[in-house]
């Protein structure tokens, strides 16, 4: 690939993040702006957490057709930054201190029961697309984490303004992801950049990108349904005086 | 299993019908009264579409686990219903007449290009649980067939009334699936009731039906939230100017 077209390619990827990363959704703006009830935020903790929950379950499915242990070697601390090594460590222990910031039972949160139907399709899918495509969109798929600085700092500064449950224990995930993604993400940027040689190869991690900004949105989309306009909550999911600690 | 137990287990699929069919929910009341704009017919059209579109394929993934070849025998002729035997025949082209009834191309149609990505990423699971899941909760999730031939006397009834488009041709998939429904869902139901047998089976049985009550009603959850309230069309999905004949 020359210089040229390999940066086109990079701001094609980039101009997928402008239009369609979920900090657009208006879910996040009233997250970050402190215009979310309490149970809206609580039920934003509950179907986040499935998306959390499933990640190291994807890296763990990509690691699984990777046969060069020096890509597996790369990858695998992607698990490790999400489950920890040890009682207390790791992203999704992290996400659980949010949980029961907000008042939430974080058995009840770790349970996934009360997950809106709409979030587990979506995340299901996203997992099964990086057990089943090919590795380049395996990876690009990854490369929403591009965009996700910024959302991480609105996220921080929004939520210690604006909520009580925000102090530097609640917020420990997003400062954590702070200097977690861009360290994942300047591997999976150059390994896709390398591998994405063609035009059907650029299109398909294209496409992958958009896929995957497609499983975020669906996410906010079935939560603002739910929870903020109209508010209808599907038969099932989590009505908000439930598990509570 | 004595039959006081088959009555009760009976009673208890009925009975998540109930709680969870769709026809519950409000885009349905809006679509059967009359109070559907065009463009909302059109993206219910655009979206439902996918979902025919893969009912098929749903089945084709059980015929290809099933050992038993009268049962695929009998299965086999759902896949005949949608496909057809020949140009012009089968639910999926008269799927299309109603798309082309309402003004679409149903070329656009069947690109599914413009489907929601909520759509899809539902209607992909409901594939993906009958190609992975044991044989009976695959049977079972088909039994929302049991509570359709209500909505589809309303819809045929509620369409005819309450829109220009609507004729014998236009609707001309429901009326075929009044006697289709019945049939297929008559033998569903008897397999589910001879092989659950233990509670545990009892309750992978219900809990297959209430994932398909969920499929479908995400389905109508992400189409009444991107066209009807608060009409926010997620990036890439279909515009009310596009694929029109």
Redesign the interface.
Known sequence: MTDQSREQFEARLHQIGE??YHD?H?FHHLLHSGQCTIDQVRAWVINRYYYQSRIPMKDAAFLSRVEDHRLRRIWRHRIEDHDGTGEGTGGIERWLKLAAGVGLDPEYVRSAVGVL??T???V??YV?FVREEPLLPAVASSLTELFAPKIHKDRIAGLLKNYDFANAETISYFQHRLSEAPKDVAFGLEWVLEHAISQAEQDAAAAAL?FK???L??QL??L???YV??G?I???AWQPHQGLA
Chains 1, 2 share one sequence.
Request: overall charge positive; charged content about 30%.
């Open positions: 239009e369609r657009k208006p139907p709409s587990r399709f979506a299901d899918a099964r958009i900004t497609e499983v949105w669906s989309d079935a603002h349904s739910a306009a109209p209808r599907p038969p099932g």
